[in-house]
């Protein structure tokens, strides 16, 4: 597919993407027909696409993201340092989930008093 459907599908702009490409997130797309400049994207390219753009609406950089997309490709990896670095990753997201239900509390008990006196005592 071409990056207009890439991005169609993903809901993501084209200079998103072409962003992606020059910090190393995507791969950079064949260009089969060398007499024009149309990149072909494949179903991989939109699958990788969507989990960038869910991660960082849970509110991962990009060098987080890009630190496990490093891992899960690079063969120099073996299987038990990419199960480590997941594993780790995994550890940072149950703490941002404990970290966003003390928020979401908190939110909940400010919402509550909106409109009543402040008489909470220092």
Not at 9 to 33: C, F, H, I, M
Not at 105 to 115: C, E, T, Y
Request: net charge positive; aromatic share 6%.
């Amino acid at each position: 597919m071409r990056i207009g459907e890439l991005c169609a599908k993903a809901g993501v702009p084209r200079d998103t993407v072409r962003y992606y490409e020059r910090q190393g997130l995507l791969e950079q797309a064949s260009q089969p027909n060398g007499s024009n400049n149309y990149k072909v994207y494949s179903a991989v390219d939109l699958q990788r696409l969507k989990m960038i753009k869910h991660a960082k609406m849970l509110g991962f950089t990009l060098s987080e993201i890009a630190e496990v997309l490093a891992v899960w490709v690079d063969s120099q990896f073996s299987v038990e340092q990419k199960k480590a670095s997941l594993q780790r990753k995994l550890v940072q997201i149950e703490e941002k989930e404990r970290a966003l239900a003390e928020l979401r509390v908190g939110i909940i008990n400010a919402l509550n008093k909106v409109g009543q006196p402040c008489d909470d005592a220092f």
